[in-house]
Nanobody, 115 residues
Framework: QVRLVESGGGLVQAGGSLTLSCAASGNIYNLNSMGWYRQAPGKQLELVAT???????NYADSVKGRFTISRDNAWTILTLQMNSLKPEDTADYYC?????????WGQGTQVTVSS
């Protein structure tokens, strides 16, 4: 299992940028992928972006062209670069590490985009 700690959330105006980071520590053996998910007030958790162990990325349609997911070679830092932020991006953002039989989650970081 891995311990995930997110950072980088905050308040930003619409059109601005934020970079979220997820520090991962622990055993990453057999890791399938890592990713970012978000949950807006009153809504369900949704996928934002994922990156597989092979480096393939996947994005929600709502963030394509605006967000970029990346990681370091050792899988110790997962980053989400968020540009052209919109008020609808306001949510709690969670880092995820997916293994064959379980998921690890971070505690979340709040992003608020003002109009």
């Amino acid at each position: 299992q891995v311990r995930l700690v997110e950072s980088g959330g905050g308040l930003v105006q619409a059109g601005g940028s934020l970079t979220l980071s997820c520090a991962a520590s622990g055993n990453i053996y057999n890791l399938n992928s890592m990713g970012w998910y978000r949950q807006a007030p009153g809504k369900q958790l949704e996928l934002v972006a994922t990156i597989t162990s092979g480096g393939r990325t996947n994005y929600a349609d709502s963030v394509k062209g605006r967000f970029t997911i990346s990681r370091d070679n050792a899988w110790t830092i997962l980053t989400l670069q968020m540009n052209s932020l919109k008020p609808e991006d306001t949510a709690d953002y969670y880092c995820n590490a997916n293994f064959p039989q379980y998921d690890n989650w971070g505690q979340g970081t709040q992003v608020t985009v003002s109009s």
